[in-house]
């Protein structure tokens, strides 16, 4: 079945370091993939879309330059945190959909778990 | 806008026990509805999901029916396992979004 990749699994990191996360979709290309931030406890907030090729579409609220996202191929999305601060410490979730497949589902990665100390 | 309201849950209950996880949407147009589930420190999962009224999304026991008439998305099993255990969201898609909405979701602990 469809495989969604995310790397790393989890990140500790200092104050003011900028960390990157990537979301590969294994099996599949994915023109669109997803960026979610879940807080304890808490349901998936959408952050934004990535579109291959293109600027990402970011929900209001968030902060464009400081969540820098790359869509470089049809298989490969980052998001980068830039200058993370404790506030910023959540897990963070990508999400693919198959590109030209109809009525398939968004497939989720294993999440990132980022620490800011 | 879509929106998605679920049971908040949380929910336990004794392994066999019968599970309802009630799920109600508003949206325009006819969604795509879904459940994801989130085990512990894991990303989530589709479990099931439906894309026209009346249809039956069903996977390991679990199933719900695309009620229109009420707006449900009722996620039932027969008899819960304690590996059932974890998060469940009901979520949605629409109104030419590729976007998901979810709702806050239901931790379900079932105890041995």
């Known amino acids: 079945g469809a495989v969604v990749s995310q790397h790393p699994s989890w990140v500790i990191c200092k104050s003011g370091t900028s960390v990157k996360i990537e979301c590969r979709s294994l099996?599949?290309?994915?023109?669109?993939m997803f960026w979610y931030r879940q807080f304890p406890k808490q349901s998936l907030m959408l952050m934004a879309t990535?579109?291959?090729?293109?600027?990402?579409?970011?929900e209001q609220g968030v902060e464009k330059d400081k969540f820098l996202i790359n869509h470089a191929s049809l298989t490969l999305s980052t998001l980068t945190v830039t200058s993370a601060h404790p506030e910023d410490s959540s897990f963070y979730i990508c999400?693919?959909?198959?590109?030209?497949?109809?009525?398939?589902?968004?497939?989720f990665g294993d999440g990132t778990r980022l620490s800011i100390l | 806008g879509n929106s998605v309201t679920q049971m908040e849950g949380p929910v336990t209950l004794s392994e066999e026990a019968f599970l309802t996880i009630n799920c109600t949407y508003t949206?325009?147009?006819?969604?795509?509805l879904f459940w994801y589930v989130q085990y512990p420190g894991e990303g989530l999962q589709l479990l099931l999901k439906?894309?026209?009224?009346?249809d039956k999304g069903s996977n390991k026991g679990f199933e719900a029916t695309y009620r229109k008439e009420t707006t449900s998305f009722h996620l039932e099993k027969g008899s819960v396992q304690v590996s059932d255990s974890a998060v469940y969201f009901c979520?949605?898609?629409?109104?030419?979004?590729?976007?998901?909405?979810f709702g806050k979701g239901t931790k379900l602990t079932v105890n041995p």
């Open positions: 949206a325009t147009g006819y969604p795509s």
């Open positions: 099996d599949f290309q994915a023109t669109t």
């Open positions: 990535s579109n291959e090729g293109s600027k990402a579409t970011y």
């Open positions: 999400s693919a959909r198959p590109t030209g497949v109809s009525n398939q589902p968004q497939h």
């Open positions: 979520a949605l898609s629409g109104g030419g979004s590729e976007k998901l909405v």
């Open positions: 439906a894309t026209k009224a009346d």
